[in-house]
């Protein structure tokens, strides 16, 4: 049985980037039902043992694939967040260097994942992974899908799906996109880098 991720932080700790009301609805409502039918979905069978990565990697295109990847997706996505007067604003380390190396600059890096989180079509997320030697890469992941169905390591994600950010931003997606760095907590993301070199 899955229960539903407690956030590490109050209801109104992101504002004004993510209102006390859209977390409401984003985290109380929507995650909360991908939680319930995930636990219909997985009542019996295979799939009750395994975990959300493993599922996602198993899962064929379908309720159970959906329900499953949007936990995963919603967990990492609210979990790298930190109010803006707590969160770590700037990479460090092995992440830092990789970014540069492969950017230029960490405002580089932000501008092109800004541009492909503007530029997916439809619902989805865009996210940052590693490569299993530890490249970094930008996705455009459509619905529920992960990276990790795909080999790679997911590092950071924004939710570009419109009950993400419509009650705060209406139909600006890009400037919901640029208002995240702000609370964006970079040691998390770190956490989650493989290569620490």
């Known amino acids: 049985m899955h229960t539903l991720i407690k956030l590490p ?3 109104d700790a992101l504002e004004p980037v993510i209102s006390a009301q859209t977390l ?4 109380g409502k929507h995650l909360q039902t991908y939680v319930d039918n995930y636990n219909k979905l997985t009542a019996d069978g295979e799939y009750a043992r395994m975990t959300l990565e493993e599922v996602v990697k198993a899962a064929s295109a379908g309720p159970l694939f959906n329900n499953t ?4 997706n919603h967990e990492m996505y609210f979990s790298q967040f930190r109010a803006a007067s707590e969160a770590s604003h700037t990479p460090s380390g092995a992440l830092a260097t990789q970014i540069d190396e492969q950017w230029g600059s960490l405002d580089a890096f932000k501008t092109e994942f800004e541009a492909k989180g503007t530029s997916l079509f439809g619902s989805g997320w865009v996210w940052l992974s590693a490569t299993p030697d530890g490249q970094l890469t ?19 994600t924004f939710d570009v799906w419109e009950h993400a950010y419509y009650l705060d931003y209406q139909n600006r997606r890009a400037a919901h996109l640029t208002a995240l760095w702000q609370i964006v907590d970079w040691q998390v993301i770190e956490e989650r880098y493989p290569c620490k070199r």
């Open 9 to 11: 932080y109050a209801p």
């Open 24 to 27: 409401s609805f984003h985290h």
């Open 138 to 156: 930008i996705t455009q992941e459509a619905n529920a899908s992960n990276p990790i169905a795909k080999g790679l390591t997911p590092l950071l």
């Open 69 to 72: 990847g949007q936990i995963l």
